[in-house]
């Protein structure tokens, strides 16, 4: 059994920023709701022809968790979509009187806003609602105790910075960037490292939570197999806000030493780097992995305000707590200048984004693994 | 399957003061953890003498629920004793190896502070945890889901105000008064109806969510068998906060009318009464009722200031949703100098506390109900 302060110890926790107010991840997380539209067909699909409705012989719920999920309302478009394939693979196999209830886990980091999150729980779901704190780097769950886990433009986030980068004596000290881009050779490698440690972290836990035979769909922002890390625009971009902030210092407002022990925890995976993940990991066959069709957003307002808004929400949190409340509107709206300054931005930069769809291994009807 | 709407409708919801500030529950419920500490031994003793832990056969964790749980740290003490009781349990039945992993649901209205509670989760607890927003009176978990309920100081609480006492047109009209001591003999039967109507809520949700086997376990403030509502301390301070609101009403600070309307959610049950729900119910067995050791509170700070505090800590929600933030001072001081001035109150006044062990009737071989 995994005690909570093993898992504690060694994750860091970067909340959305909660609540309802203009900055807030609830009203700028259109982008991400646009990735959970364009998941939705692939998820249907994945469920219509992956589910093994026999997983739940001796269970009488079905029960699903939706890791990284913030505070909505993205997640609940997410878990109604999941509800209903399932129902729906139930009903297709004339199964209507075995449709079991179902429950859904809520997880992201303790300090996300749960608060909110319950109270937007929609008032006609049909599953019953649950709220799990703790990183999903560590064990959440029980053994064996998940059918069906989704998470959506979370696993990116890494368990914390790699020590290295903030070590002034390492090859690898991230001076003057607050990301991998152009910068030593050693960062990038340094940010690899941690990524493969903790994606075996995350396979190894939910390879014990997950029931044999269990899926686990992961919708996960990258760049496309074969391309470098600067042709990445997730990386290009927290190189503009790195140049921000290195602004920001040069006129005084922040210290450029906060600024050099400061780096985003994000790495940009490919899906060939996933695969060899679960590969290593040896408890997840991969099912399918797909590609997302592009995600177009609301064009009503300017994309460059569009994006400064959604990296504002996405990396207030982490900005606040390093440099204060006071840098934000400057930084952000520095950001967004530098953004519209930028023509080769979606020339070179490329997102994509992949779904992935993983079985746990093992035999189906022997439910209870050690 | 419950939809979610059905329960949530008739309901309201009434959450403890959260944060950790000096008013609030938290930092003044001290009374409430001398109840958990004395029920300790009674709750060991009932998992010693009634789990049975056959009921696991087919589960490989054990699901603890805490109904009402509040924003700790009592429930983390209450939850840490029936863990450790029923390790205790298996170890003792030669079941080292069988021990198994433990997930507790914490239980209370959408609006109690979750954030505050997952932040106080203790670090070293050896149980995943977990939050359910939702009111109790309907269904909060799958069918067969959990194993041990424990529920302490809540089910006091009605799903609602009786709706008569708040109809002008009703003889149980409630003018002038808060709760229903030395009202119109209407208004008490109001509250007792309103009790029994909630009470086979309660236990009809429980039914359907306990296995076969499972035990709950209810603490709750009462009145002895066979006296009267007015010799309740319980119903006493409540006739105190709403002289003291009445007070505040003639010199003008709240509207009296506003007060009229006002009423009080809590039912002061006996033993006797919670037994014949039970009895009606018909899905348990009464296992052990025991009235708890009188509980006595820290002495260092006087008897009323205490006693004001712990009534502020348990009330202010209620109040300021009511009347507003800005009479709680005034009221709960108006309250502790009536509470000062009513020599009677200890001399008459009688509260106790009982524990209520009951086991969800069935075969505990056949887990799943429906």
Known sequence: MAPAEETSKFCEAYPMKGGDGPNSYANNSTYQRGVVDAAKELLSKAIAEKLDIDILLSSNSFQIADLGCSVGPNTFFAVQNIVE???FKFQSQGQDSQVPEFQVFFNDHTPNDFNMLFKSLPQNRRYYAVGVP?????????????????????????????????????PAWNKGRIHYLNSPEEVARAYEAQYTEDMECFLHARAQEIVYG?????TV????????????????????????????????????EKVDSFNIPIYCMSSQELEAAVERNGSFSIESMENLPHVSVD????????????MRAGMEGL????????????LFDLFRKKFEEAPFFF??????????VL????NGLCLYHN
Request: hydrophobic share 35%; charged share 20%.
């Open 221 to 256: 922002p990258g760049r496309p197999n074969g391309s470098s890390h600067s042709h990445s625009s997730i990386n290009m971009s927290f190189q503009l806000l790195g140049s921000a902030l290195m602004d920001l210092a040069r006129k005084g407002g922040v210290s450029e």
């Open 85 to 87: 394939a399932a129902k």
């Open 299 to 310: 064009d009503t307002v300017s994309k460059s305000q569009l994006f400064a808004a959604h």
């Open 214 to 218: 269990g899926l686990m769909v992961l």
């Open 347 to 356: 020339e070179t930069g490329k997102t994509i984004s992949f779904l992935c």
């Open 359 to 362: 079985r746990r291994k093992g």
């Open 134 to 170: 703790g990183s999903f780097y560590g064990r959440i769950f029980p053994n064996a105790s998940i059918h069906f886990v989704h998470s959506s433009y979370a696993i990116q986030w890494l368990s914390s910075v790699p020590k290295v980068v903030v070590d002034k004596t390492s």
């Open 319 to 330: 900005v606040k707590q390093k440099f204060g409340e006071e840098i934000l509107d400057e």
